[in-house]
C-alpha cells in the first residue's frame, strides 16, 4: 500500500495544485491533502473552508484508482505522515527559486522521520508562476486569475470578497 501526503497551506487551491495531485495519481494507492492549520498567517480561508472547498474539487479529479481524502493537521509535516502511516510526501516545484527552500524542507522532514521520502513533481509549465498568493494579490485588486485556480475557488474568493 503506497499512501503519501500533499500537504500545504492551500489558500487556497490553484490549478498548479491540482496538476501536481493529479499527476501523482498514478503513483500512489492513496494521496491525503493535508492542510496545514496555521491561524497565526491570517489566511484567507480558515482551514474548515479550504479543506471542504478541496473536497468539493476533488470529485472531479482524475483518480485512476486512487484514494484521495482531505485531512487538517497542525504541527510538523513529518509527524503527521507518520502519524497516519504515510511513506512519502509530495511536493510541486515551480522554478529554481523553488529549489531551495523544498530542499531544506525535505532534508529536515527526511531528519526527522528517515522513512518518509519527499518526492517532487515538477509543475507543469502553464503553472510554473502559479501560487496562492500571487493568486490573491492579483485577485484582490480586480485582477483576472479564470484558467488559474478552480472555478469554485474563485467563487468561494468572491463571496469572501462580497462579506
Ligand atoms: O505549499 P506551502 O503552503 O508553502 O506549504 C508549506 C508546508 C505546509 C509544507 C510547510 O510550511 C510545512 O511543512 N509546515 C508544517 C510545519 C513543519 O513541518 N515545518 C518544518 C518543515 S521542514
Known amino acids: 500500500m503506497r499512501k503519501a501526503i500533499f500537504p500545504g497551506s492551500f489558500d487556497p487551491l490553484t490549478n498548479g495544485h491540482l496538476d501536481i495531485l493529479e499527476r501523482s495519481t498514478p503513483l500512489f494507492d492513496e494521496i491525503v491533502v493535508a492542510v496545514l492549520n496555521n491561524p497565526e498567517k491570517k489566511p484567507m480561508f480558515s482551514v474548515e473552508e479550504r479543506c471542504e472547498t478541496i473536497r468539493e474539487v476533488l470529485k ?3 483518480r485512476d484508482g486512487c484514494l484521495l481524502s ?3 493537521f497542525s504541527g510538523l509535516t513529518a509527524e503527521f505522515a507518520r502519524s497516519i502511516n504515510a511513506s512519502a510526501i509530495i511536493r510541486g516545484i515551480r522554478a529554481v527559486s523553488d529549489y531551495e527552500y523544498e530542499l531544506r524542507m525535505a532534508l ?5 522521520e528517515p522513512s518518509i521520502e519527499t518526492v517532487f513533481l ?3 509549465e502553464e503553472y510554473s508562476y502559479v501560487s496562492s498568493s500571487l493568486m490573491k494579490e492579483v485577485f484582490l485588486l ?3 486569475i479564470e484558467g488559474l485556480i478552480p472555478d469554485l475557488v474563485e467563487t468561494k474568493m468572491r ?3 462580497a462579506r
Open 60 to 62: 472531479d479529479v482524475d
Open 70 to 72: 482531505v485531512e487538517s
Open 108 to 112: 529536515m522532514n527526511r531528519r526527522l
Open 122 to 124: 515538477m509543475a507543469g
Open 142 to 144: 480586480g485582477g483576472r
Open 159 to 161: 463571496e469572501k470578497l
